[in-house]
């Protein structure tokens, strides 16, 4: 009998997925007590693929070489500010303001940015290309994603995310 590929995907997913609090929470229209929802993953875990870490096209690379450069040098505001300029990004300020926040957050935690290279680069179709770095701090490194999108001549990002989960990275 053969076990179609989606069903030890979805096992090894629940096996990973981190449980959310214990404490049922009530429901309010039955007074049920029901688990809350699990935590919706900013980024998704890797596939069984080997990385690719190749390059971006120079146009992407220099953007983020920049960022990475100015978030060396200390100044969280102006790497997100350059990052982020031009894109649909930089005008959702909460969410600009939160980038900002985690990052700070996270190098108090994980310590100055030291270096950082890439570790992943595809396409999805012709027109998306999906980039993860890892950034080297002192105490652990950081994975970063960026998904660039070309509507037509030019790439403009249209999403960024970073985390310290690194095990999905391992295997």
Not at 89 to 115: N, P
Request: glycine fraction near 6%; charged fraction near 20%; include cysteine.
């Amino acid at each position: 009998m053969k076990i179609p590929i989606l069903v030890p995907l979805l096992l090894a997913l629940a096996l990973l997925t981190p449980l959310r609090s214990q404490t049922p929470a009530p429901d309010s229209n039955s007074g049920v007590q029901t688990m809350a929802p699990p935590p919706r993953h900013i980024m998704p875990l890797t596939t069984n693929r080997n990385p690719n870490p190749i390059q971006p096209p120079p146009e992407i690379r220099e953007r983020i070489d920049k960022f990475f450069d100015t978030l060396k040098g200390g100044d969280c505001v102006a790497a997100y500010d350059g990052l982020l300029a031009g894109t649909r990004l930089d005008t959702q300020v909460d969410k600009k303001s939160d980038f900002i926040s985690r990052t700070q957050t996270a190098f108090g935690i994980y310590g100055k940015l030291t270096d950082w290279e890439v570790f992943d680069n595809y396409s999805v179709g012709s027109n998306v290309i999906v980039v993860t770095y890892l950034s080297r701090h002192p105490i652990q490194p950081l994975r970063w994603r960026f998904v660039y999108y070309r509507p037509d001549k030019t790439w403009g990002l249209i999403n960024i995310g970073f985390d310290d989960v690194l095990l999905d990275q391992l295997d």
